[in-house]
């Protein structure tokens, strides 16, 4: 094997050769054997890069910084990754070295546009799948930057993922050597993933997953692509999910990529034809009949050519004897398509939900189906193992609530009320927003096992943006401190005064405000206590009065054409003075017994005399108000134009609720999926408004804020960062992904910055 040349070709390359070209070279070389259609390619081989330790004087050193590293120790596995990824990097690439993969660039064209992808000499095996663990790079043209590429797949052999992955297999690091293919980039107009066979069962049906622009949307989860299942058996189509596409991954100039939006005509309409999934299935066949083995394939497609960029043996499927009992039905028969607003899959009997009447009904297990929910709903929300809603976006209560609870749910479903019956089992895909007949098992289960667990670490990553995370019930306190937030720039009152039963007016009439006080001063006690010393900013009732029409005292709530509109917010509360006294007493017991980290944050403030209205009426309540910190949501437009105003008044932060500052800029209801379509986060409008209010607010050392759903939203939150948004509050599932898209905008912007 020491006489193994530097560069291999893939015409050149057997499965026999994984030592040389890992995993992910050694399926290419044999694809292209079989006349798979594989874009032009050549490896730099795994003795090369031991050549290239050697050669350099680093081999050594480099196997002493990982000699007893302990794997379980976070920070100082994270540390060692990085000073031996540093020490690959500090290096150049031997001369004679650096020549062989040049000449071999060169005859691939003229400054030819290449991917530059890792490939392992551990990975892709049948019993072993190190995917993801090292590093590729897209769109890399020209000599320099194809070098630096290659340099940094080597040290992504180091990577911290890497390292504990090897360990936990029980692989030796000094065994596991590092390949690089440079393979002619294809520009896809659509691309995606397949499995030959079911990744879970082995069954005989193809899955194809399928999206716009590079398979890096797709491989990534950047997006949720359209969903293909074509029966090897039948050969035929048996079931089809078209995805609402929003964005897409295309290459950016002449190095790296870039995600951008898919423009509208594009966003549901179907990626592939029937056509272009019976080829991709046919390919598929082609691998796993080669390999013997179910395959994990990338493919891309331009124009009516279809390209097959990578295939590795599916490593998740159970054993024969484990499945023995525990066959799944097919794929199971899909009774409605919605809207996949919180993660993960259940199985229970429905029970639907008319009216608050019906609430009781629900236990603990059951598969809770509504038109839309409410806060009144939300005792019965806890109890139930998935939601289902007929409307609604990812915006809606019944999406908020049960992301917050780690509650699967599906909504926009359009008529689940009417499909499903009362005590009928169904299976719900909550990441999917599909609703199965009976109990079906899916691959996902596992899946959504990990992702629950993965909300529960620990952020290890600081950030100069502070982020926070939204709360609205107090059992869900322990669940987002454990995600490691900053702070609670969101925790909403109502849910909790709703869940009570009773209106506020309910408790002054039967003299029972000390009842009152003391359960919001408690459930917001709870949620304190786990965020000890980090800011908790709470809001100020905000329930329209449809949700207290419901409730014991709510026989005389006015009847509201359009409550979202109406008599809510913080107008409510400076026309109920009694009510809006009440919250006020929870918090100064709050403040008394030594929770200066609470903050108050009134909602649906229109004009700064309402700001000033309500401080004064705290004053009056005896609160020290020039001591303690007072926000405003900016939700409403006139609220972002007048922020000068607001900060003259003596607003301490303020906080988009861009939830309902989308909908009252572009006049959608949010809740409502005939126009879902036209509810744009990013809409120009939306976004002048957000900017001009960050920066005066930043002019002024005011914090500026997000909590609403656009918080959560990684491609929002980079555009916010380098707005220059103070702090971002996003939902407990979604911190882990807002900080480290923070912390990547911030080292970005230094980047430029000193590049400059």
């Given at each position: 094997?020491?006489?193994m040349p530097d560069i291999l070709w893939l015409a050149e390359i057997k499965k026999e050769d994984i030592p040389s070209v890992g995993g992910k070279g050694a399926s290419l070389g044999e694809m292209t054997s079989v006349g798979l259609p594989v874009p032009p390619a050549f490896v730099v081989t795994a003795q090369a890069f031991r050549r290239f330790l050697v050669e350099t004087g680093i081999e050594d050193e480099l196997f002493k910084k990982l000699e007893g590293v302990d794997v379980e120790d976070s920070d100082v596995l994270e540390t060692t990754a990085q000073r031996v990824?540093?020490?690959?990097?500090?290096?150049?690439?031997?001369?004679?070295?650096?020549?062989?993969?040049?000449?071999?660039?060169?005859?691939?064209?003229?400054?030819?546009?290449?991917?530059?992808?890792?490939?392992?000499?551990?990975?892709?095996?049948?019993?072993?799948?190190?995917?993801?663990?090292?590093?590729?790079?897209?769109?890399?043209?020209?000599?320099?930057?194809?070098?630096?590429?290659?340099?940094?797949?080597?040290?992504?052999?180091?990577?911290?993922?890497?390292?504990?992955?090897?360990?936990?297999?029980?692989?030796?690091?000094?065994?596991?050597?590092?390949?690089?293919?440079?393979?002619?980039?294809?520009?896809?107009?659509?691309?995606?993933?397949?499995?030959?066979?079911?990744?879970?069962?082995?069954?005989?049906?193809?899955?194809?997953?399928?999206?716009?622009?590079?398979?890096?949307?797709?491989?990534?989860?950047?997006?949720?692509?359209?969903?293909?299942?074509?029966?090897?058996?039948?050969?035929?189509?048996?079931?089809?999910?078209?995805?609402?596409?929003?964005?897409?991954?295309?290459?950016?100039?002449?190095?790296?990529?870039?995600?951008?939006?898919?423009?509208?005509?594009?966003?549901?309409?179907?990626?592939?034809?029937?056509?272009?999934?019976?080829?991709?299935?046919?390919?598929?066949?082609?691998?796993?009949?080669?390999?013997?083995?179910?395959?994990?394939?990338?493919?891309?497609?331009?124009?009516?050519?279809?390209?097959?960029?990578?295939?590795?043996?599916?490593?998740?499927?159970?054993?024969?004897?484990?499945?023995?009992?525990?066959?799944?039905?097919?794929?199971?028969?899909?009774?409605?398509?919605?809207?996949?607003?919180?993660?993960?899959?259940?199985?229970?009997?429905?029970?639907?939900?008319?009216?608050?009447?019906?609430?009781?009904?629900?236990?603990?297990?059951?598969?809770?189906?509504?038109?839309?929910?409410?806060?009144?709903?939300?005792?019965?929300?806890?109890?139930?193992?998935?939601?289902?809603?007929?409307?609604?976006?990812?915006?809606?209560?019944?999406?908020?609530?049960?992301?917050?609870?780690?509650?699967?749910?599906?909504?926009?479903?359009?008529?689940?009320?009417?499909?499903?019956?009362?005590?009928?089992?169904?299976?719900?895909?909550?990441?999917?927003?599909?609703?199965?007949?009976?109990?079906?098992?899916?691959?996902?289960?596992?899946?959504?096992?990990?992702?629950?667990?993965?909300?529960?670490?620990?952020?290890?990553?600081?950030?100069?943006?502070?982020?926070?995370?939204?709360?609205?019930?107090?059992?869900?306190?322990?669940?987002?401190?454990?995600?490691?937030?900053?702070?609670?720039?969101?925790?909403?009152?109502?849910?909790?005064?709703?869940?009570?039963?009773?209106?506020?007016?309910?408790?002054?009439?039967?003299?029972?405000?000390?009842?009152?006080?003391?359960?919001?001063?408690?459930?917001?006690?709870?949620?304190?206590?786990?965020?000890?010393?980090?800011?908790?900013?709470?809001?100020?009732?905000?329930?329209?009065?449809?949700?207290?029409?419901?409730?014991?005292?709510?026989?005389?709530?006015?009847?509201?054409?359009?409550?979202?509109?109406?008599?809510?917010?913080?107008?409510?509360?400076?026309?109920?003075?009694?009510?809006?006294?009440?919250?006020?007493?929870?918090?100064?017991?709050?403040?008394?017994?030594?929770?200066?980290?609470?903050?108050?944050?009134?909602?649906?403030?229109?004009?700064?005399?309402?700001?000033?209205?309500?401080?004064?009426?705290?004053?009056?309540?005896?609160?020290?108000?020039?001591?303690?910190?007072?926000?405003?949501?900016?939700?409403?437009?006139?609220?972002?134009?007048?922020?000068?105003?607001?900060?003259?008044?003596?607003?301490?932060?303020?906080?988009?609720?861009?939830?309902?500052?989308?909908?009252?800029?572009?006049?959608?209801?949010?809740?409502?999926?005939?126009?879902?379509?036209?509810?744009?986060?990013?809409?120009?409008?939306?976004?002048?408004?957000?900017?001009?209010?960050?920066?005066?607010?930043?002019?002024?050392?005011?914090?500026?804020?997000?909590?609403?759903?656009?918080?959560?939203?990684?491609?929002?939150?980079?555009?916010?960062?380098?707005?220059?948004?103070?702090?971002?509050?996003?939902?407990?599932?979604?911190?882990?992904?807002?900080?480290?898209?923070?912390?990547?905008?911030?080292?970005?912007?230094?980047?430029?910055?000193?590049?400059?």
């Amino acid at each position: 094997m020491s006489n193994m040349p530097d560069i291999l070709w893939l015409a050149e390359i057997k499965k026999e050769d994984i030592p040389s070209v890992g995993g992910k070279g050694a399926s290419l070389g044999e694809m292209t054997s079989v006349g798979l259609p594989v874009p032009p390619a050549f490896v730099v081989t795994a003795q090369a890069f031991r050549r290239f330790l050697v050669e350099t004087g680093i081999e050594d050193e480099l196997f002493k910084k990982l000699e007893g590293v302990d794997v379980e120790d976070s920070d100082v596995l994270e540390t060692t990754a990085q000073r031996v990824m540093k020490l690959v990097m500090s290096v150049k690439i031997p001369k004679k070295l650096e020549e062989n993969i040049l000449l071999s660039y060169k005859k691939m064209g003229d400054n030819e546009v290449v991917a530059v992808r890792s490939s392992a000499t551990a990975e892709d095996l049948p019993d072993a799948s190190f995917a993801g663990q090292q590093e590729t790079y897209l769109n890399i043209r020209g000599d320099e930057d194809l070098l630096v590429a290659i340099q940094k797949c080597w040290a992504s052999l180091y990577g911290a993922r890497a390292i504990y992955y090897r360990a936990k297999q029980g692989f030796d690091d000094r065994s596991v050597d590092i390949a690089v293919v440079v393979q002619k980039l294809v520009y896809s107009e659509k691309a995606g993933v397949m499995f030959s066979s079911h990744p879970v069962t082995g069954e005989s049906s193809t899955i194809i997953e399928a999206s716009w622009g590079l398979g890096e949307a797709v491989v990534s989860g950047a997006v949720s692509p359209d969903n293909y299942v074509f029966d090897q058996n039948s050969k035929h189509i048996v079931d089809r999910y078209i995805a609402n596409k929003i964005v897409e991954i295309v290459p950016d100039g002449s190095k790296g990529t870039k995600e951008v939006e898919v423009s509208k005509e594009r966003q549901n309409a179907t990626v592939l034809s029937d056509n272009e999934i019976i080829k991709l299935a046919k390919f598929a066949k082609i691998a796993e009949d080669h390999y013997e083995n179910p395959q994990d394939i990338e493919w891309s497609i331009v124009g009516d050519t279809i390209y097959i960029l990578q295939s590795r043996p599916i490593t998740t499927i159970t054993s024969k004897t484990s499945k023995k009992g525990k066959d799944v039905h097919g794929e199971g028969n899909i009774l409605l398509e919605g809207q996949g607003a919180s993660p993960g899959i259940a199985t229970g009997a429905v029970v639907i939900v008319h009216s608050v009447k019906d609430l009781s009904k629900v236990k603990d297990g059951n598969i809770m189906v509504a038109k839309m929910t409410n806060p009144d709903m939300v005792p019965a929300m806890r109890k139930a193992a998935a939601i289902i809603t007929d409307e609604g976006g990812m915006t809606c209560h019944a999406a908020i609530v049960s992301r917050e609870l780690g509650t699967p749910a599906a909504v926009g479903t359009k008529k689940a009320t009417q499909i499903l019956k009362d005590g009928q089992i169904v299976t719900i895909d909550g990441e999917k927003g599909l609703v199965f007949e009976g109990d079906v098992k899916r691959a996902e289960e596992p899946q959504a096992q990990q992702v629950a667990g993965f909300i529960s670490a620990p952020a290890q990553i600081i950030t100069a943006t502070s982020i926070k995370v939204n709360v609205s019930l107090p059992e869900a306190a322990k669940r987002a401190a454990a995600t490691g937030a900053d702070g609670v720039g969101l925790l909403r009152i109502e849910h909790l005064i709703l869940g009570l039963g009773k209106t506020p007016n309910w408790y002054i009439i039967n003299k029972k405000e000390d009842e009152f006080i003391n359960e919001l001063y408690s459930g917001i006690k709870t949620v304190m206590d786990e965020f000890n010393g980090k800011p908790v900013w709470v809001r100020t009732l905000d329930a329209p009065t449809d949700e207290f029409r419901n409730m014991k005292g709510g026989e005389d709530e006015p009847e509201e054409h359009n409550p979202m509109l109406g008599w809510r917010g913080i107008r409510r509360d400076l026309q109920s003075k009694s009510q809006f006294r009440l919250q006020v007493e929870a918090f100064k017991k709050l403040w008394n017994e030594g929770y200066d980290n609470l903050g108050i944050m009134f909602p649906l403030v229109g004009h700064p005399d309402e700001f000033v209205a309500a401080k004064g009426m705290m004053k009056e309540f005896g609160v020290d108000v020039e001591n303690k910190t007072l926000g405003i949501m900016v939700e409403i437009p006139s609220s972002a134009i007048l922020i000068d105003d607001f900060i003259s008044a003596g607003i301490n932060f303020a906080s988009f609720g861009t939830n309902d500052l989308i909908q009252y800029t572009l006049a959608i209801d949010r809740n409502n999926q005939n126009v879902a379509d036209m509810y744009r986060p990013k809409h120009p409008a939306v976004l002048k408004l957000i900017e001009y209010a960050i920066k005066r607010c930043r002019k002024a050392g005011v914090e500026c804020s997000i909590c609403g759903q656009a918080g959560s939203d990684p491609e929002m939150v980079k555009w916010l960062v380098e707005t220059g948004i103070a702090s971002v509050s996003a939902n407990i599932d979604a911190v882990q992904k807002i900080r480290e898209t923070a912390a990547r905008t911030e080292k970005k912007i230094i980047l430029d910055a000193a590049r400059k």
